[in-house]
């Protein structure tokens, strides 16, 4: 976690596997971290196997989401009712997004009662 180790950070040093054997949720959240992300990181399994529900409603991830990064199956393993409800996630969908199995297979009634299913009927 030391400032001169970020100092000199670029893409290619945070894909590197020996960064991420000593990784963890705090790792994870931290700001430094995130001034270097992007999709292709994003979408790194190695990011996966440390990510929670906190850090999957954190808002430095969101600004670099895609709809092919909301597609993912990682992120659906981690997903629930609450993830589902927030206005970031609405904020990327499409209409192939919101024909997708997993989103119904996490909904309940009110995931339904946002009008989600007019939407997807009409």
Not at 4 to 33: K, V, Y
Not at 40 to 68: F, G, Q, T, Y
Request: proline share 0%; net charge negative.
């Amino acid at each position: 976690m030391d400032d001169r180790l970020w100092e000199n950070a670029i893409i290619d040093w945070l894909m590197d596997d020996r960064l991420w054997e000593n990784a963890n949720i705090d790792w994870l959240m931290d700001d430094r971290l995130w001034e270097n992300a992007n999709i292709d990181w994003l979408m790194d399994d190695r990011l996966w196997k440390n990510a929670n529900i906190d850090w999957l409603m954190d808002d430095r991830l969101w600004k670099n989401a895609n709809i092919d990064w909301l597609m993912d199956d990682r992120l659906w393993k981690n997903a629930n009712i609450d993830w589902l409800m927030d206005d970031r996630l609405w904020k990327n969908a499409n209409i192939d997004w919101l024909m997708d199995n997993r989103l119904w297979e996490n909904a309940n009634i009110v995931l339904m009662e946002m009008g989600t299913t007019n939407i997807v009927l009409m």
